[in-house]
């Protein structure tokens, strides 16, 4: 399902030409988080893909690896000389999770496990979202895509995180934003 194809087409533009895009934004975020002293290893870029935003992020921090669940992609960061796996490590406390464009591929039952397992003070996050309660996407581009499989609102994200001890703080860089139809943000652990 997350083959070649998928990168190339399925984001109504080639993923695989984002790679200064993706370096960019984890540039800009870490120096954002250092601010509040959030970064330290190690790091999880949770669904990876081929390893862009790894690239970023090694610049910056002395432990990442990612995760992702297409063999392809795996494969692809892999020779780009990424720490790359299947499974996340659930037994290390993680600085910081990236979840950028992730969590609306995974049915709610894994997403919830997700949650109950993982270990972070700190998840950054960008997910297309529904205007209203019950209506698709707004953005056209996420709307098509047919591995997303959860369409909320922001205001059902922000509850989801809450109820695993998150607050939620927007984020408004040059490389990563709010819009209409797409809601990213910082989400901070306060029940540690």
């Known amino acids: ?27 800009e975020v870490l120096a954002y988080l250092r601010k509040m002293r959030l970064v330290h290893s190690p790091v999880l870029d949770f669904g990876c893909a081929v390893g862009f935003l790894l690239k970023g992020l090694e610049r910056e921090v002395n432990t990442c690896y990612g ?8 494969e692809q960061a892999k020779k780009r000389g990424h720490d790359v796996r299947k499974e ?18 995974m049915p709610e039952k894994e997403l919830r496990e997700f949650f109950d397992k993982i270990k972070t003070k700190a998840i950054v996050f960008r997910i297309p979202v529904c205007a209203k309660e019950g209506e698709d996407y707004v953005l056209e581009c996420s709307r098509v895509d047919p591995t997303h499989v959860i369409r909320w609102t922001r205001k059902q994200w922000i509850e989801f995180f809450r109820s695993y001890g998150f607050l939620n703080v927007d984020l408004q860089l040059s490389t990563i934003y709010n819009s209409e139809g797409v809601y990213s943000g910082l989400a901070l652990r306060h029940d540690n």
């Open 1 to 27: 399902m997350f083959d070649k194809e998928y990168y190339e087409s399925n984001n109504y533009t080639n993923y695989l030409d984002r790679q200064d895009r993706y370096i960019r934004l984890a540039e």
């Open 67 to 74: 995760v992702d669940i297409s063999d392809w992609a795996i």
């Open 88 to 105: 996340v490590d659930f037994n290390r406390d993680h600085s910081i999770v990236f979840g950028l464009d992730v969590f609306e591929h």
